[in-house]
């Protein structure tokens, strides 16, 4: 069982708010990656990491930020939130080598 | 044309009938081929890994993997109402990043 942990699960904010997104996992992965998905839609990546001070933005572009100060810790940040951000936030992890990624459970935002 | 397509459904089979999904991938080199079920507002769950060619077994689901022709495809046998969700076809991309390219989903519908 992969130990891959989001929070909050749902948010609810207004506009203008600054919100981080908190990912963690304990199984010490180098790669963590962050999908949006809006619901009945496919995944999209907005950002991934390789490792420690390691960011890159993914498929899809996004107003969210990331950092990876610590191996375990991957969060989202938003700094000024909007109704166009309103969607499922998802973060994976893998080893290396040819692993499959796993998934959090997700945090549902929505945006008022 | 994209990089993993999947018929997007939705796939209708009665309750232990064999479900079938296929999923067509336009990268030679991939090396690593997932099968993830995601149920209404869940995160996706890793279901099923397959790396070589044949087939791979694992209780009521077979992966079928065929390079030469870069086809991918899951079995779900004795189909169940439970088993009725989306299912995602992921395919490792050619370079050694972790990132997966994600097929649109399949959604499955088991009828009792």
């Known amino acids: 069982e992969a130990d891959i942990y989001q929070t909050p699960r749902y948010l609810v904010i207004g506009t203008g708010k600054k919100i981080t997104l908190e990912c963690s996992q304990t199984m010490g992965h180098d790669k963590m990656y962050w999908y949006q998905q809006d619901p009945g839609m496919e995944l999209h990546l907005i950002h991934y990491s390789y490792g420690v001070n390691s960011t890159e933005k993914g498929d899809l572009s996004s107003e969210s930020t990331v950092s990876r100060i610590r191996t375990e810790h991957f969060p989202l940040t938003l700094e000024s939130a909007r109704p166009s951000h309103t969607s499922q936030y998802l973060c994976?992890?893998?080893?290396?080598?040819?692993?499959?990624?796993?998934f959090g459970d997700g945090t549902r935002l929505s945006i008022l | 044309q994209k990089e993993v397509e999947q018929n997007s459904g939705p796939l209708s089979v009665p309750e232990g009938a064999i479900a079938s999904l296929n999923c067509t991938y336009s990268?030679?080199?991939?090396?690593?081929f997932f099968w993830y079920r995601q149920y209404s507002g869940k995160s996706p769950e890793l279901i099923m890994s397959i790396y070589s060619n044949g087939d791979k077994e694992d209780g009521r689901f077979t992966a079928q993997l065929n390079k030469a022709s870069q086809y991918v495809s899951l079995l779900i046998r004795d189909s169940q109402p439970s088993d009725s969700a989306t299912y995602l076809c992921a395919v490792s991309g050619s370079s050694n990043t972790g990132k997966l390219i994600f097929g649109q989903g399949t959604t499955l519908q088991v009828k009792p």
């Open positions: 994976a992890s893998t080893g290396n080598g040819n692993q499959p990624q796993h």
């Open positions: 990268d030679r080199v991939s090396q690593s």
